[in-house]
């Protein structure tokens, strides 16, 4: 058995990973999926006061309070700006390290800053809808989700804080993955559901890829 943390991408939530909690917690192993504050089911606590650091804790907490260790921490999209700062507080905690289609800036940089227009889209969405502070969710076709699935996004994704995107801070986690974990990958590849195209390429860094298409 295997205790695996899943860390959803902005807008979301942890709805995002239901298929894959599921055929993970068949497989007998443990599945921790936490909404990251002011998203999802947590929206009711948005706040100008959200930050990157805010997230991270939400996880870092979660790790303390359920006294996990030996943890498979998976980070999708902006999940992975969150997991590399997880893995910075406390990496005797981790056993192995995943992004999947994730951000991984350079110590110093922000999601922002590997945007083509370097968020400037997002920051004047912010201001038109959004208070100036908090990013409204792009539709579906956005994050290239299939028509099937497309509805079940749209309803499901929430404003998002614009500081998080916008942080820039170092980190000493290692900015490729540890070896993956091969049961996460063969589970993500069946819970796909026809949201995305698998491509698994072992690259010369020993990464797997599988683009997803959401942020």
């Known amino acids: 058995m295997t205790d695996y943390v ?3 991408g ?3 939530g942890s709805w995002c990973w239901a298929r894959v909690r599921s055929l993970l917690a068949a497989k007998a192993h443990r599945v921790f999926a936490p909404t990251l504050t ?3 089911e947590r ?3 948005l706040s100008r006061d959200i930050g990157l650091d805010t997230h991270v804790a939400d996880v870092t907490n979660l790790m303390i309070w359920e006294d996990l260790r030996d ?3 998976v980070g999708h999209s902006y999940g992975g700006v969150v997991a590399r700062h997880v893995v910075d507080q ?3 905690r981790i056993r192995l390290l995943v992004y999947v289609d994730a951000f991984v800036p350079d110590n110093g940089k922000a999601v922002f800053d590997y945007l083509p227009d370097r968020g400037k889209s997002f920051r004047d969405l912010a201001m038109a809808d959004g208070d100036g502070w908090k990013i409204p969710p792009p539709p579906a076709r956005f994050f290239a989700v299939n028509p099937v699935d497309a509805d079940w996004v749209d309803r499901q994704c929430t404003m998002h804080p614009l500081s998080t995107l916008d942080s820039r801070r170092g980190s000493l986690a290692p900015a490729t993955a540890s070896l993956p974990s091969d049961t996460f990958w063969r589970v993500a590849l069946m819970a796909r559901s026809n949201s995305f195209t698998p491509k698994r390429a072992n690259g010369a860094d020993g990464r797997l890829g599988l683009p997803a298409g959401m942020m």
Request: without cysteine; charged residues 5%; aromatic residues 6%.
């Open 43 to 45: 929206s009711h606590l």
């Open 6 to 8: 899943l860390i959803h």
């Open 71 to 73: 943890v498979v921490l």
């Open 38 to 40: 002011g998203i999802g």
């Open 90 to 92: 406390m990496p005797d």
């Open 10 to 12: 902005a807008w979301h």
